[in-house]
């Protein structure tokens, strides 16, 4: 049994789960990996608000399921009026095989439950994330997860569970690929907006330290081997809700990504340029943002940091601070969360936060 309080607040775990991510990694990746399950059994999905990001780390890991004889049922909330499940989830969920139901908020849909049956055990995650981007990693949720030896004996049963809720006098849907069918106005639309989650939304400012791979071609003399490769900063897998719907998916290469575009006030070389942010789904599984126009400027180095501050939907400035700066030793009390094993960090602050730094050093 093991419960986190995120993000990257508690954990029961040594080292610990930071976030609802980590948990769906152990009960749908990891465990069904070692226990040698995947393409068995059925993956569980119950939540009232949904979105695209929120599912990117996993549509691969699913459909692969999928693929292989396995099974993934999912119940959403849906409303009119109110942006809970978008058209862009639920058509990616059904692309890749899911069988996906749809209740319209009049019911109060609000329960949120994942996991994983099959002949060989049972597991289940209650929080109060949802299936999207911000339930998943960035908002403060609680998640408690029973596994197989926790859930012998129980007496709970996911087949049952899902049969009750179709049983009940709410307005259920089941859906489908017909573009005519009605459950599709209850879905919002995420690329005609940032998506909003329950309380609203406030944009904020993620700091991340640079690392040498980050820094190498900043530093690099034109036409050397060092200047080779796209210029790119490698962010953490938990980005997720920083970042607009990323569903461009990758024209070459055999394995998938997940892409966004973005327009990157660089402020300090008073420029802008749209970049590509990518997720890597089946190679680094971490992101990339493109940072194209930094190349041969040698504004920074590693152990530099950075700032990115979203202003709108696709909206962002970039700022670099040197080690040791007075702005520096402001921010990177913010960065508190490592990125592997070589020392990189990554944190968030709120811009009405960020700006007032700012404002003491101009």
């Known amino acids: 049994m093991d419960f986190t309080l995120q993000p ?15 948990l ?3 009960v749908w990746i990891s465990d069904l990996k070692e226990r040698n399950l995947l393409g068995t059994g059925t993956m569980y999905i119950l939540s009232g608000f949904s979105n695209f990001n929120g599912g990117v780390r996993f549509y691969n890991h699913i459909e692969r399921h999928i693929s292989m004889g396995g099974k993934c049922q999912i119940i959403l909330g849906g409303s009119s009026s109110q942006r809970m499940s978008s058209q862009q989830v639920v058509k990616k969920l059904l692309d890749i095989g899911c069988d996906v139901g749809i209740v319209n908020r ?6 949120k439950c994942y996991g994983y049956h099959s002949n060989e055990g049972t597991s289940l995650i209650v929080s109060s994330g949802n299936f999207t981007s911000r339930g998943m990693t960035q908002n403060v949720e609680a998640s408690i997860h029973l596994d197989f ?3 012998h004996g129980f007496g709970f049963k996911w087949d049952t569970m899902f049969d009750q809720i179709k049983a009940q006098k709410f307005e259920y849907y089941q859906a ?9 106005k209850l879905l919002f639309d995420e690329n005609r907006g940032h998506v909003e989650e329950e309380a609203g939304d406030t944009y904020t400012t993620m700091l991340v330290t640079l690392s040498s791979s980050d820094t190498k071609r900043i530093n ?6 060092e200047n080779l ?13 920083f970042f607009p719907v990323l569903n461009i998916t990758n024209k070459r290469g055999y394995k998938k990504t997940y892409q966004a575009l973005v327009n990157i006030d ?18 680094n599984v971490d992101f990339r943002l493109g940072t194209t126009r930094l190349r041969g400027t040698k504004i920074a180095q590693q152990g530099d940091l950075t700032a990115l501050t979203r202003k709108g939907e696709r909206e962002y400035e970039m700022r670099i601070f040197k080690q040791g700066s007075p702005e520096y030793n402001e921010l990177i009390q913010y960065a508190v969360t490592f990125i592997g094993q070589r020392g990189k960090r990554y944190g968030y602050m709120d811009n009405a936060s960020f700006f007032k730094i700012m404002k003491q050093f101009r």
């Open 8 to 22: 990257n607040i508690y954990s029961t775990q040594s080292p610990a789960v930071p976030n609802l991510l980590s």
């Open 24 to 26: 769906l990694e152990t």
């Open 106 to 111: 009049k019911a109060i849909f609000h329960a």
């Open 149 to 151: 030896k926790d859930m």
């Open 176 to 184: 489908s690929l017909n573009e005519d069918a009605s459950f599709w």
């Open 220 to 225: 690099a003399e034109p036409k050397t081997k």
């Open 229 to 241: 490769g796209s210029q790119y900063f490698w962010l953490s897998k938990d980005a997720f809700d």
């Open 266 to 283: 660089y402020k300090d070389l008073d420029m802008q340029h749209e970049e590509r942010v990518t997720f890597e789904a089946e190679n």
